[in-house]
Every structure is written in C-alpha cells, then in structure tokens.
C-alpha cells in the first residue's frame, strides 16, 4: 500500500529521538508489513498529520527546528473518527499485531489517566529536534510556546513518560509527577506528569 510522507524530517526527528522508548520499541518490534523502521517513519508521519486535523501540531514558523505532537479535547463524534482512523493507518501500515498490542497498551493507559485527570485537559505526545538542532536548548521551545497558549486560556496539561532522566526536563516546564505504573504489554514503568496553568 502506498503511502505519501508530508513530514519525513520529522518524522525521523522523531523515531531517532524515541528509539529508545519502550513504547516506541515495543510497538516497532510489531511491524509486520514493511520494514520496521519504514513502519514507524510511517507511523510518525501519520501521527503529526493526526495532530493537524484533530489536536496541534506545533512547527516554528521562523525556524523550522523540530516538532512537538499535543492531543486535546474533541467532541466525541470526532474522537471516534480519530480513533477508527488511527487503528485502520496501524492495521494497513503496520500490521495485525501492532494494532492488538497499540490497543493493549493505550487502553491501560488511558484508564489510568482517566482516573487521575481532569477532562480538559491538553496532551503532550512528543517532541522532538531535527538532529542538526540537537543540544541548542531548542526542545524547551517546542513545549513553552504551547504552553504560552495554555496558560493564556487557563488550560492544564498532562504527559506520559517512560524515561526517568527526562523528568528533570519536563520539571523545569512546571511538570509534576503525580503518579506511576507498570505498563503490563510492555513490561515497563512510566510516570504521569500535570501541570496546572501559569497565572501571568
């Protein structure tokens, strides 16, 4: 099946920079239809069309430097066109067993969240530096100018993380860490992390 990359900088950003993420991995090492990395360029492709159409996807307009990936509240008719759209791309372009194991492991997680956090809130996915970039402070931009925007309309924020040493990052971002799991299809923990709009 053929497929048209609108993103592929980016979208290698973006693999590269999660390549060691257990979520990542594990949904790589499912590929079945095409090369695994092919499979998840694809994926993360998509995923930033996705952000377009039904939550923000944040590129600098003045320098297009990296990507970050945000989820926010829709209405339910078009959270269930997200949702059958995600899982036929996963299904077409990934495989069978992708699809069960994505399902597996987002449906533990998002009860979870569910639990623990209010409706409204906004949902940073990912971010990431073209590689070129890397190391010049440019990823603290590609959440805080989000943020401004946040704050502005009083809007909380929430992430999921499965790497601790990126906590300290997020922290700095106003980020707390609420609460953490053991994600059973993966077989790893990670850490839910809020944060509450910033008065001016």
Known sequence: MSFTYKYLDFANALR????GDPFYKTLEDTVSVCDKKEGMLKYMDY?????EIFGKL????????????WSKPIPD??????VMLKKSFIKDYLGE??????SDIVKFMSE????LLIKDMWYLSIVGVLPQFQGQGYGVGLISSVLSETDKYNIPTFLETFTPRNMSFY????????DSYVEPTIGAEYWIMSRGPVKE
Do not use: N
Request: no cysteine.
């Open 171 to 178: 922290k700095r971002l106003g980020y707390t860490a609420i």
């Open 112 to 115: 979870k969240s569910d639990k």
């Open 77 to 82: 008719e078009l959270e269930e066109r997200r």
């Open 97 to 102: 067993k992708s699809l069960d194991v994505y």
């Open 16 to 19: 590269d920079a999660l390549v």
């Open 47 to 51: 995923y930033m069309i996705e952000a």
């Open 58 to 69: 944040y590129i600098p307009e003045d320098h297009k430097h990296g990507v970050s990936i």
